[in-house]
């Protein structure tokens, strides 16, 4: 799972009001190499809860974001770079998401997170 | 040069995973043919409900380029062996989706809301009784309730809110689970449809509909202050139209073979 898509989920079960972002336990964490695409990057980043991505990047060891960032940061080379490694390029590949309200741990395995719930969560 | 769909013999497979099947071919066939529109509309991201074996989201990817040409692929599937299943699927292809187990899209609805640009659908639609709906395993990919509309009818509002203002729905559905009634209903929430493929075998009659926003009727809509409750009969005729055949024949399935 790469951290964009980490940034779309939310905590899904019944009742859960403030189920964003997951917290990430990582395991274990691949890197897999993606063309770099800088207008899909500025595409994107209206989208991104900043926030939520630079936990969701040092939880799984990546510091390389800042803590805010705004659009005129698109115009450079090095801080696309580093969004693009952090969105694109960096899975969980192993691991869980925890709702931050209920401390409720959604597993990931081989990169894909499970989501389901349990009859009494949904 | 490389195939622009899946190939069968990359396909992954598990017996409690649904098989590429007629269904599956028409809709892939129905994205072929739209292919062109596609291309042009320029979807940044993609994503299907129900990702089964991965045929039809690994074919899409292939058609449309990976985030090279800008496209971001999500697929999930109720059933975590079918998403295993996808996985190798894509693998076996050299392409990437992100892939969540998950119901229809649980747990997307909040963050992705008004971020698709395409979706895809091969439904499980076959009439079944209402307690196989949602059951474990491959029954998931066929048991559609009454009328096959049991998951259609949830997958459709979810549609509607993930999907961008220039989204398009691409939906199989069978006879079964009266299509034009489907269309009139999108219809209400600011939709037009076409069909893009229709199939029939001995067993079951298959349309791929193709839903959009319509800016037109949304407008109309907006200055009558109701959307569209009362249909004019024209626009009936012509959905119907659309639909040779579609009496109250109840088709068989094959979904289930």
């Known amino acids: ?122 | 040069m490389p195939s622009k769909i899946a190939q069968i013999r990359l396909v992954g497979s598990h017996f409690e995973v649904y098989e590429p099947c007629d269904d599956s071919f028409a809709l892939v066939d129905a994205l072929l043919a739209d292919l062109t529109n596609l291309l042009e509309h320029k979807p940044k991201l993609c994503m299907e409900v129900g990702c089964g074996s991965g045929y039809v989201i690994t074919s899409l990817a292939l058609m449309l380029g990976q985030v090279a040409c800008g496209t971001y692929y999500i697929a999930t599937d109720i059933n975590p062996y079918a998403v295993k299943v996808t996985s190798e699927t894509l693998e076996a292809h050299g392409v990437h989706a992100e892939l969540i187990t998950t119901d229809i899209a649980s747990g997307l609805e909040k963050r992705l809301t008004g971020l698709v640009d395409v979706m895809v659908v091969n439904p499980p639609y076959v009439p079944t009784p209402e307690e196989e709906v949602g059951c474990d395993g491959i029954a998931s990919a066929w048991a559609g309730g009454e009328n096959g509309r049991s998951v259609i009818d949830k997958i459709l509002p979810m549609a509607d809110k993930l999907l961008s203002d220039r989204g398009w729905l691409y939906m199989v559905t069978l006879t079964a689970n009266n299509p034009s009634e489907i269309c009139l209903q999108m219809r209400e929430k600011g939709y037009a449809s076409r069909i893009v493929v229709q199939r029939s075998t001995e067993e079951e009659s298959l349309h791929v509909i193709k839903f959009w926003r319509d800016s037109d009727r949304l407008l109309e809509a907006s200055e009558t202050g109701t959307v569209n409750k009362i249909v004019p009969t024209r626009v009936i005729e012509s959905l119907l139209s659309h639909f040779p055949g579609i009496s109250l024949r109840r088709s068989g399935n094959s979904k289930s073979s």
């Open chain 1, 1 to 122: 799972m790469r951290l964009l898509t980490h940034n779309m989920l939310s905590s899904n079960i019944k009742g859960v009001t403030n189920g964003f972002p997951l917290l990430i336990e990582a395991e274990k964490v691949v890197e897999k190499p993606v063309d770099f695409n800088p207008d899909f990057l500025r595409n994107i980043f209206p989208k991104i809860d900043w926030k939520a991505l630079v936990a969701a990047a040092r939880a799984v060891g990546y510091g390389e974001l800042p803590d805010t960032a705004d659009a005129a940061m698109l115009e450079s080379d090095d801080f696309l770079r580093h969004l693009h490694h952090a969105l694109l390029q960096l899975h969980l590949e192993e691991g869980a998401l925890v709702c931050p309200e209920t401390g409720r741990r959604f597993p990931v395995n081989k990169g894909i997170p499970n989501m389901l719930l349990h009859e009494d969560e949904v």
